[in-house]
């Protein structure tokens, strides 16, 4: 079965710092991957997807991922942080059986100080 | 254009009281879903659905139920509620690039 490994609950950076969150996954054929941000109280919006292709995508809010195969990791990435990006992340694997619908990783909580 | 809406927002239910959580998309979606959120568990899949009449278990399914007549409503019942039901269930309609979330349920089961 298909699973997503985030290993880090909580990471901790100063505002202007650079990010890397963490996002191992285990599937059985080329995955779509994902990457949710959950600000507090509110759903989750997409940040970024893969599907294919080059192997370093581009999203919202200046964020960056990259496909690595041999080390079955998406990891996501910002430059320099702004206390606004203070939000729980979430990595996700797809598809599903049959569906689109992905499976999550447990999140990491990023705290931004000032 | 709405998106995905869930209604209530926030509900306190005593414990073995039945509700039902309201989730709709004007997306034209054929794949829908249930999540629950608990601290330090991420989401959870509860069920999901691949398009009307058709509904299937995921991975916390016990004590829930769910029906699809039609493409936009995928309701979440709960049949006898739990405490271990005090969870934000959050709603989803998907297609192939993107999930789309409902801003979530606030549930407290006492």
């Known amino acids: 079965a298909q699973s997503v490994t985030q290993p880090d609950i909580h990471i901790t950076v100063s505002e202007g710092a650079s990010l890397e969150l963490r996002c191992n996954y285990s599937?059985?054929?080329?995955?779509?991957l994902f990457w949710y941000v959950q600000s507090p109280g509110q759903g989750l919006q997409l940040l970024l997807k893969?599907?294919?292709?080059?192997?370093l995508v581009q999203g919202i809010k200046g964020f960056e991922a990259e496909f690595k195969r041999s080390q079955s990791s998406f990891n996501l990435r910002k430059p320099s942080v702004h206390w606004s990006d203070a939000a729980e992340y979430f990595c996700?694997?797809?598809?599903?059986?049959?569906?689109?619908?992905?499976?999550f990783g447990r999140g990491t909580s990023l705290i931004v100080h000032p | 254009n709405a998106g995905v809406t869930q209604t209530p927002k926030f509900q306190v239910l005593k414990t073995g009281q039945s509700m039902t959580l309201q989730c709709a998309q004007d997306m034209n979606h054929e794949y829908m879903s249930w999540y629950r959120q608990d601290p330090g568990m991420g989401l959870r899949l509860i069920h999901y659905?691949?398009?009307?009449?058709?509904?299937d278990q995921g991975e916390v399914p016990n004590g829930y139920n769910v029906s699809r007549s039609t493409t936009e409503d995928f309701p979440l019942r709960l049949l006898s509620a739990a405490p271990s039901q005090t969870s934000v269930y959050f709603c989803a309609s998907s297609s192939r690039d993107e999930q789309f979330f409902g801003p979530g349920t606030r549930l407290t089961v006492l």
């Open positions: 659905s691949v398009g009307a009449g058709i509904t």
């Open positions: 599937y059985g054929a080329t995955p779509y």
């Open positions: 893969y599907f294919s292709g080059d192997t």
């Open positions: 996700a694997v797809g598809p599903t059986g049959g569906s689109y619908i992905p499976t």
